[in-house]
């Protein structure tokens, strides 16, 4: 395809005249990562697709389920029933939309030890994430290869954009240290509005937008509620002793996970999940079959034996629904892997 009858499909925007064809060239020079596919993530996703981000890589760790479809744009009943990573489905899914880009969607848990990797070379990451933990981390990533960052957070009606530049202030001048497990309100526990998750995306992604284009960014905190329509702003002053931005330690990419860390209970799942070594899945599922409900799809397989349901990720990773309880889990896994 000539590169003008490639311009034809970004013709409204390259009219807008904040892009304009000088802009439109610069977008599909650009490589971005988007860090989780749920709600927040499958929407920015779809935006920068359409808007013709020349590269975009999407991680995300999970399954699509049935819940989730009420506010994950990009997926639908078929990948329910094939047990597809978001990060699949959302690769095929944007590959439709734009084939004349680079797509490629990763079935990862981002953590310490792979973050920088995952990052390195991007021009900007998008926050689809729903945990703080992983936002420190990212913060921790960005500051430290020196790539801007969008942070959005949204639960209920509203919810939080943030565009964090290289220069202070960073996220963990805005929030000092992640809430405890359980302390802070997520989707699973108080719900989500799906038009607040795409008021959110909009809006995180408009900031990104801005940022590839070098277009003038304020590094400030938006809150945007939906049900009772309202936009404030808060400025964030940059901390002094900020042990990321200011004092480059990097803390929590710097945290080695101890064995108590490779297991983490994921709250307002009821479940937990731990990290094996990579798994041979056909051997599993010979084993398992005949000891309950088995599914297989082709990146993972699900054990149904009440009242545990157990999912295992090629990659090792190893959730168990039904206990909060590590020793539980851990037993579980005992009994069914012979771990
Ligand atoms: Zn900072």
């Known amino acids: 395809m000539s ?25 599909l020079q650009k ?53 597809l990573p978001k990060a699949i489905a959302a690769q095929e899914k944007l590959k439709k939309i734009n084939s004349d880009i680079q797509i490629e969607g990763k079935v990862e848990d981002l953590r310490s030890s792979n973050l920088l990797s995952c990052m390195e070379g991007a021009d900007l990451v998008w926050d689809g994430t729903d945990n703080f933990q992983t936002r420190f981390l990212i913060n921790d990533g960005c500051q430290k290869l020196q790539i801007p960052w969008v942070y959005a957070g949204v639960v209920a009606t509203y919810g939080h954009v943030m565009p964090i530049l290289p220069s202070p202030p960073c996220f963990h001048c805005y929030i000092e240290k992640p809430p ?43 809150i945007i509620d939906l049900w009772n329509p309202q936009i404030s702003h808060i400025q964030v002053p940059p901390r002094p002793d900020c042990p990321t ?31 094996l070594s990579p798994l041979d899945l056909d051997e599993i ?28 990720f090629q990659d090792g990773r190893a959730l168990i629904y039904g206990t909060q309880d590590m020793k539980r889990a851990r037993s579980f896994l005992a009994k069914f892997l012979g771990l």
């Open 31 to 83: 490589k971005v990562v988007i860090i989780g596919c749920g709600a927040l993530g499958s929407s920015l996703a779809s935006l920068a697709a359409r808007a013709g981000i020349g590269q975009i890589t999407l991680y995300d760790r999970d399954v699509v389920e049935l819940h989730n479809l009420q506010s994950q744009i990009l997926y639908d009943e078929e990948d329910c029933k094939k047990l």
């Open 180 to 222: 405890a497990p359980g302390e802070g309100d997520t989707c699973d526990i108080v719900g989500v509005l799906g038009s607040a998750v795409l008021t959110i995306a909009s809006f995180a992604f408009t900031e990104g937008l801005k940022i590839l284009l070098d277009k003038p960014i304020q590094s400030r905190l938006t």
């Open 245 to 275: 931005c200011q004092k480059k330690e990097f803390p929590f990419l710097s945290q080695k996970p101890t064995a108590s860390q490779e297991g983490m209970i994921l709250c307002g799942h009821n479940a937990i999940q731990i990290r």
């Open 3 to 27: 590169q003008e009858s490639g311009f034809d499909r970004y013709a409204r925007q390259i009219i807008l005249g904040k892009i304009g064809k000088e802009g439109q060239k610069k977008l």
């Open 285 to 312: 599922s010979q084993k398992l079959k005949s000891h309950g409900d088995l599914q297989r799809g082709p990146f993972l397989l699900r054990f149904h034996h009440p009242p545990y349901t157990l999912t295992l």
